[in-house]
């Protein structure tokens, strides 16, 4: 192996603010991560997560904290290794507990929550309707599995499908995707709170 295709060297450059390395980094460990993370997922009930959605969290999750500077051994590719093999392992963990926590919520949820049709229909509230609305808003939110949160605030925040992949980083079949989860769950949390 050469030395510009060294894991280290790559690990060198974008400590040094080189972002191409970052793409050369998850292209190697991408198959990797995915495989880890379906290992560990099998067997679990039906997920919002796949082990593609946990690879890219996983990955995003050590770029962010070497950004941040939260990462303070990482020199080659065993610590690296070491590093995502355990964000992996947290972010199954994580998935499966959420899973679990949601359908729990869901199964003892009021009957008369709101819907979040109402979230865009008055822009002059008063203060009973502004909290009422944040309310709705929260409980809505609240009851997504950690990993759709993200999308559903960017969507309703206006963002485009191509602005939350850029944002979330991911490609736009991933939000697409995660969007109509989302729809799908608080559809099913409109239906339970008018029966």
């Known amino acids: 192996m050469s030395s510009t295709n060294s894991v280290t060297v790559w690990i060198g450059q974008l400590k040094s603010g080189e972002e ?5 980094l998850h292209e190697r460990y991408r198959p990797f991560l995915e495989g880890l993370a379906r290992k560990r997922l099998k067997g679990t009930p039906t997920r919002a997560a ?11 999750s050590f770029y962010r904290g070497l950004k941040a500077g939260r ?5 080659n590719r065993g610590d690296l290794l070491a590093l995502l093999t355990h964000i992996v392992a947290c972010k199954v963990i994580n998935q499966i507990e959420h899973e679990f926590g949601t359908q729990k919520r869901q199964a003892g949820r009021n009957q008369g929550d709101s819907v979040l049709n109402d979230l865009a229909e008055e822009t002059d509230q008063s203060p009973l309707e502004q909290a ?3 309310d709705c808003y929260s409980s809505y939110l609240t009851a997504l599995p950690d990993k759709l949160r993200d999308f559903a605030e960017l969507y309703l925040a206006g963002f485009t499908h191509k602005e939350i992949a850029g944002q979330l980083g991911c490609v736009e079949r991933t939000v697409e995707r995660k969007i109509a989860l989302v729809f ?3 559809r099913q949390l409109a239906a339970a709170s008018v029966n």
């Open 184 to 186: 799908e769950r608080w």
């Open 71 to 75: 990462i303070p051994q990482l020199e």
């Open 50 to 60: 796949d082990e593609e959605d946990i690879a890219q969290q996983a990955f995003w």
């Open 132 to 134: 009422l609305l944040h």
């Open 20 to 24: 191409t390395a970052l793409a050369k």
